[in-house]
């Protein structure tokens, strides 16, 4: 779900991958990761992902947080 989340509103900031990737200094493909839900960004990136994003810190951790406890449920 975070993936998912930073996927759409960098679509709407019209963002690309590569730019969100510049802005945060990770790799692309790992912005890709996240948007795939394959991986998630680092707990320190948040801040940055927040501001990026204009989305409140306190949203995108709440979406950091449901994604690894539905990820646990499943192990």
């Known amino acids: 779900q975070i993936g998912e989340k930073i ?3 960098s679509k709407t900031a ?3 991958q590569e730019q969100v990737a510049d802005y945060l200094d ?11 839900g ?3 960004p680092d707990i320190s ?3 940055a ?3 990026l994003l204009k989305l409140d810190m306190n949203e995108l ?3 950091f947080v449901e994604e690894l406890d539905r990820k646990r449920r499943l192990v």
């Open 61 to 63: 951790i709440f979406y």
């Open 38 to 40: 394959n991986t998630y």
């Open 45 to 47: 990136l948040l801040p």
């Open 7 to 9: 996927k759409k509103l």
């Open 14 to 16: 019209g963002l690309t």
């Open 26 to 36: 990770v790799s692309t493909p790992a912005v890709n990761k996240w948007e795939k």
């Open 49 to 51: 992902i927040a501001r």
